[in-house]
């Protein structure tokens, strides 16, 4: 029945990520933040930033006599 396909892998994202032929990068960085680099990337520099801020504010309350 399959020898005219013979392409048994799993559909949709999941089989996609599992046996799609990527190279570089692409191996590292799951699919759905591949394809939304720049808004993935203003998020997580986002975050940093607040964090930063948040430990700042706590440094500095201790640093308070």
Do not use: Q
Request: proline share 5%.
């Amino acid at each position: 029945m399959r020898a005219a396909n013979d392409n048994t892998a799993a559909k949709g994202l999941r089989g996609w990520w599992l046996s799609a032929p990527r190279h570089s990068i692409r191996r590292l960085i799951n699919p759905g933040a591949y394809r939304h680099l720049r808004a993935f990337g203003v998020t997580h520099i986002a975050g940093g930033s607040a964090a930063a801020a948040a430990a700042a504010v706590c440094l500095g309350i201790e640093a308070l006599p």
